[in-house]
């Protein structure tokens, strides 16, 4: 590899390490923060607030006796509390806790009524949802919510006659009347094979029939990251007008082509800025949505449609914008557990599990889309790890949780010989799947 190229590569890696670093230390400074603050309403002192493991490399004392501190290892984070044998919060500190009285006690982790403990444990995934549902409503402002009936606010460039302008008020489509976007989504999967389709549309207080592209053509919205698409360097805006010699008229056209492919090459004619090119790409197993629910095992090379227009938005109230964030993040977890069962049953890969290096890519990609597209990916990845941090295992805030449950139920806490067994089963498990999601980054395609 000559000199040139190899700076761009390793300007690339840099690039994508350090948007992941970034990414990843929201979520955890969110994430320990939850912890900590709500240990401290609760009553319980924190002696370190820490972003990253080993050496310090910044750190200062606040006023409560808190040191907060950078270190060098920045791939996760902690808070150590009074009283703690560790930064996992796992055990006691035993000789520490001999030398507190009763009142001292009070303010350690392991020393505080149960209620303070769940509380402060729970708040950890509690604000990484939270932050998810205010990032996903400050999108909601940013890019604002689609007005009803549906209006053109812009017009991509496409290789077929479109008589439709900017402004335009779709009323009806092919026939159908469509006052609002459900309709218009119920339109888009019936109507024919065909290039051009009749509009019914108001234009500047006239009711006017135009010609126009069928609602879903096979244009790139936006290209999925790690996948077959994104290593061809198709662009969004580019147009797919052919796939194995077939013309394409719609995006479900290109989709049933990939599909029916098997994973062998498919020969794609792309259209881009008024030129056409010849491409060959090879889909790639991915989970795609089953008819019955869940997912299935499919083929995809990597690409996401929609409509041929930007529709016109419209600034949500707040009310409406929590509401969307609140959706949105279910949405991320609902997604979660039907592709976490879809895997158990077998109908989809396990090498849909990132390690570091996936999510690392996903995450440089992300940022290299945009602003937006890198704040929604840290709303998303804020979603799951919360939501990974409620499993009920040992070392995780979940498995915590349950033995506070135990205690709750039985009034008294597991004995420290469950204690220690359960968190090395837990310890195994976590470093596992690590390993597991690290050796799909690596060999799964």
Not at 53 to 67: C, E, N, Q
Not at 155 to 168: I, R, S
Not at 418 to 428: E, H, K, T
């Amino acid at each position: 590899m000559e000199f040139p190229a190899l700076l761009v590569s390793f300007g690339s890696f840099l690039y994508t390490v350090v948007t992941f670093v970034v990414a990843l230390s929201i979520i955890v400074f969110v994430h320990e923060f939850g912890h900590y603050i709500v240990g401290r309403w609760s009553g319980i002192r924190a002696e370190v607030f820490s972003i990253g493991f080993g050496p310090k490399v910044w750190s200062r004392m606040d006023k409560r006796g808190t040191r907060w501190q950078l270190a060098a290892l920045p791939f996760g984070g902690y808070v150590k509390f009074l009283g703690d044998a560790n930064a996992s919060s796992a055990g006691a500190d035993e000789q520490t806790m001999s030398h507190l009285s009763d009142e001292e006690k009070r303010h350690t982790l392991h020393g505080a009524p149960l209620w303070a403990r769940a509380a402060t444990v729970f708040a950890g995934p509690a604000f990484n949802f939270l932050l998810s549902i205010v990032v996903f409503a400050g999108l909601g402002f940013s890019t604002g919510i689609v007005t009803e009936p549906p209006s053109i606010a812009k017009l991509p460039a496409l290789p077929v006659v479109n008589e439709l302008q900017p402004g335009d008020v779709i009323l009806s489509v092919n026939g159908t009347a469509t006052p609002d976007f459900e309709a218009l989504g119920d339109v888009a999967n019936t109507l024919p094979e065909a290039d051009q389709i009749p509009y019914e549309v108001s234009r500047d207080g006239r009711t006017l029939t135009v010609t126009g592209p069928t609602l879903i053509p096979p244009l790139i919205g936006s290209i999925i990251p790690l996948s077959a698409a994104e290593d061809a360097g198709l662009k969004e805006g580019d147009v797919i007008t052919a796939a194995n010699g077939r013309a394409l008229a719609r995006f479900d056209d290109l989709r049933d082509e990939v599909m029916k492919s098997e994973g062998a090459p498919v020969d794609l004619t792309v259209w881009r800025d008024g030129a056409t090119f010849d491409t060959t790409l090879t889909p790639r197993e991915r989970p795609v949505e089953a008819e019955g629910g869940g997912f299935e095992t499919g083929y995809q090379i990597g690409i996401a449609g929609g409509t041929f227009f930007t529709p016109t938005t419209r600034m949500p109230g707040p009310v409406e914008a929590l509401t969307g964030g609140v959706r949105a993040t279910w949405g991320v977890i609902d997604n979660t557990f039907t592709a976490i069962g879809s895997m158990i049953a077998g109908s989809i890969s396990t090498c849909n599990i990132n390690g570091p290096i996936g999510m690392a890519k996903v995450t440089g990609t992300a940022a290299t889309a945009g602003l937006v597209a890198f704040i929604g990916l840290i709303a998303g990845l804020s979603t799951a790890i919360g939501l990974v941090n409620l499993f009920p295992i040992p070392v995780l805030d979940g498995g915590h949780l349950v033995f506070h449950a135990y205690e709750w139920a039985f009034g008294r806490p597991p004995s420290d010989r469950v204690m220690n067994a359960a968190m090395g089963i837990g310890l195994a498990l976590v470093l596992g799947l690590m390993l597991f999601g690290l050796t799909n980054d690596l060999f799964c395609q």
